[in-house]
C-alpha cells in the first residue's frame, strides 16, 4: 500500500495532501467485515488519459477488512459501482472539492 500512498500524493497538492492524510486517518470507523471504496474528493483531472499511472478526478481509498489498501486517481467516467471496484459497498467522505 506505501508505493500506492506514494503515487498519489504525488499527484496532489498542498492543502490536498493534509486534507486526504486527515481523511484516511479517519477511515478507521469502517466496519471491518466489508471491503469498502471510499471517494474522498474531486480534483481537477490530471495526469495522462491512457497508461499505467493514477490519472482522474475522483480520489479513491479502497479499505479490506478494515485495512486501507489503496489510493488511487479514478475517473468520474469509470463505473462507480461495488463489482467495478470489487468492494461490497460505496461511501462519499469528499473533503476536497473541486
Not at 486517518?25 to 490530471?46: H, K, N, Q, S, Y
Not at 477488512?65 to 486517481?73: A, E, H, S
Request: hydrophobic share 40%; aromatic share 4%; proline share 7%.
Amino acid at each position: 500500500m506505501r508505493h500506492g500512498f506514494q503515487r498519489i500524493m504525488e499527484r496532489l497538492e498542498g492543502a490536498e495532501q493534509v486534507a486526504i492524510r486527515k481523511a484516511i486517518r479517519e477511515l478507521t470507523d469502517l466496519p471491518p467485515d466489508r471491503d469498502w471504496a471510499v471517494c474522498l474528493g474531486r480534483i481537477p483531472f490530471r495526469g495522462p488519459r491512457t497508461g499505467e499511472e493514477s490519472n482522474g478526478d475522483r480520489i479513491v481509498a479502497v479499505v479490506r477488512k478494515g485495512c486501507l489498501t489503496t489510493v488511487m486517481l479514478r475517473r468520474s467516467s469509470q463505473p462507480w459501482t461495488p463489482p467495478a471496484l470489487k468492494v461490497d459497498g460505496l461511501l462519499s467522505r469528499e473533503v476536497v472539492g473541486l
